[in-house]
């Protein structure tokens, strides 16, 4: 089993990095996204926000992978999140729901609204491979390094949106159009730009267990 555990402060808002955060599909940052479905959303008594999402990913195999060890190299993702609005607080999980013999990653995010009106972000995950046949700690330290690897693509695609976020909230916004509408324009248009990512974070990975 690896760990890795990661914290990050964004500049921006809670109420705007949140809002980006959801709305991180798709920008030119995660390719791999094929599709990303609401399953449910419920408001519950306590007036937090619940939302499931089906997300379809997909990549590619390492060289060294046994031949036939998965039919497709993509996998379905269940996303789980709770908002709380009154205390500024997002919790997102996400797991993947096949291949889990090969590969079981489950993430833990969380979005803090700071005393000084920024963000703080903690992602914490952690992958079990139960393959065996000699491959088992390789396999899991391919996914954590992969994982490590595609955390800055992500952060990179939020800033992205909240880029977008930021231009829409300048614009002066007609009838029946929406940030989000905003997003799509741009979105289907060729003139993505990079936003540079900023703030400070800190990261720890580890491990336990033997192959």
Known sequence: MKFFSQSFLYDDPWSIVSLAYF???PNPY??????CDVISRTVTPSGTLVTTRLI???GSLPKWAPRGI???AESWIIEES?????NGVVRCT?????HVKVMRVEEHVTLKRTDDNKTVQKTEARFISNFGWGLTKQLENHSLARFKANIQRSREGVSLILGLIRQARMQPMTFGRSSS???DLHRHSSDWTTAPTTGVYTENSSSKGSD
């Not at 709770?82 to 009154?86: A, R, S």
């Open 82 to 86: 709770e908002v709380d609005p009154v």
């Open 181 to 183: 509408s905003f997003l």
């Open 94 to 98: 996400t797991k993947n729901l096949d």
């Open 70 to 72: 998965m039919s497709k």
């Open 23 to 25: 709305l991180r599909y």
């Open 30 to 35: 995660a390719s791999h996204v094929a599709s």
């Open 56 to 58: 379809l990913k997909r």
